[in-house]
């Protein structure tokens, strides 16, 4: 893998994009190979001053702007409808943690209906045994 791909997974480790052994290759590679290490340091500090930047806010009569120019929603058609992913359903603690305990119980029952198994095992003659090679042969406990 080229430098440049590195540094791209580099930039995916910041974001944790990267599964861990990708980023275990990162941090071999990052203790050979002082490019990007370089690299590494440069983002570390860019994402530092930006965690410590302050909020720009835009001047309205920008908002104005590009609201004429229809590049932004104007505020009327901003109406906010809620969806079922913003609703929130709280329970006490006590009540989860007995939904939880159900749930397990419940899964206790409906498994061995899941991992039934359909078909009988199969019994060979000890003729059809002795045509298996030896090797091939498991020994019995
Ligand atoms: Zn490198």
């Known amino acids: 893998m080229t430098c440049e791909q590195y540094q791209m997974q580099i930039a995916q480790l910041f974001d944790n994009e990267l599964r861990g052994e990708e ?31 302050e909020t720009i806010t835009a001047p309205d009569e920008l908002d104005d702007r590009m609201r004429g120019a229809g590049l932004i929603p ?3 058609t901003f109406s906010r409808k809620t969806s079922i992913w913003d609703l929130r359903i709280v329970f006490p603690l006590p009540t989860a943690a007995s939904i939880a305990l159900l749930l397990i119980i419940g899964s206790l029952f409906v498994a061995p209906a899941l ?9 060979f003659p000890p003729d059809v045994l002795q045509l298996v090679p030896v090797e091939l042969r498991t020994p019995r406990p």
Do not use: I, K, Y
């Open 74 to 76: 104007t505020e009327q």
């Open 115 to 123: 991992f039934h198994d359909s078909q009988p095992r199969q019994e």
């Open 23 to 53: 980023s275990s290759t990162v941090f071999a590679h990052l203790g050979a190979c002082s490019e990007c290490r370089d690299f590494f340091q440069a983002s570390l500090q860019v994402r530092a001053e930006l965690m410590n930047a």
